[in-house]
């Protein structure tokens, strides 16, 4: 089945710096990814849709300059978080499918806490 | 943003039971997908459902995609100890949209 990769799966890190996170879809080629934010006891948050050689599509509401998206190939994805503070801490999940229609069904990483001191 | 209705929130139930969670909407869903997530996971993918009216099963799950394109029902029989976590719904609406439910977690008493 479709495996998709998240790393880290932790990270701590001091306020002011930046924190980059990778998504790869292991056994399939994904022209779209999204990345979501999850905050403790609440469904997934939608931040943004990274695509395959262009800009990402960010939610409204979610900084772009902040929340660094680069979809530089067909199985990866990065989230950078720039000049962290501690309310950027949370569950941060990437999810990809094989297709770019919805009759194709996300599957998730296993997600990235990130905890910014 | 907009957000299914997914009930009950939370389900404490003994070990052996059935369980059952829907997800309803004011508008029309092209699909229903239900996700399983584990603490400190990543969601999994259970079910998809993709027409009106479709029955779907895998293993003890059964999910159904509701006739009127506006609900969806997950079932889980015999629960087992494994089973406990968060149980999300989501759905494509008419604009292609992901949707997600707020989740029902699943509490199984030994």
């Known amino acids: 089945g479709a495996v998709v990769s998240q790393h880290p799966s932790r990270v701590i890190c001091k306020s002011g710096t930046s924190v980059k996170i990778e998504c790869r879809s292991l056994d399939f080629q994904a022209t779209t990814m999204f990345w979501y934010r999850q905050f403790p006891k609440q469904s997934l948050m939608l931040m943004a849709t990274s695509n395959e050689g262009s800009k990402a599509t960010y939610e409204q509401g979610v900084e772009k300059d902040k929340f660094l998206i680069n979809h530089a190939s067909l199985t990866l994805s990065t989230l950078t978080v720039t000049s962290a503070h501690p309310e950027d801490s949370s569950f941060y999940i990437c999810?990809?499918?094989?297709?770019?229609?919805?009759?194709?069904?996300?599957?998730f990483g296993n997600g990235t806490r990130l905890t910014v001191t | 943003g907009q957000q299914l209705n997914q009930s009950p929130q939370s389900m404490f139930i003994q070990e052996g039971e059935d369980v059952s969670m829907n997800c309803t909407s004011s508008s029309i869903f092209n699909t229903w997908l239900w996700y399983k997530q584990d603490p400190g996971e990543g969601p999994v993918l259970l079910i998809a459902l993709y027409k009106a009216g479709e029955l779907t099963s895998n293993g003890r799950l059964t999910a159904q995609f509701g006739i009127t394109r506006k609900d969806s029902f997950l079932n889980i029989s015999a629960s087992i100890p494994s089973d406990v976590g968060i149980y999300f719904c989501?759905?494509?609406?008419?604009?292609?949209?992901?949707?997600w439910g707020a989740g029902t977690k699943l509490i199984i008493k030994p």
């Open positions: 989501a759905g494509h609406d008419s604009n292609y949209q992901l949707i």
């Open positions: 999810s990809a499918g094989r297709d770019r229609g919805y009759n194709s069904p996300l599957h």
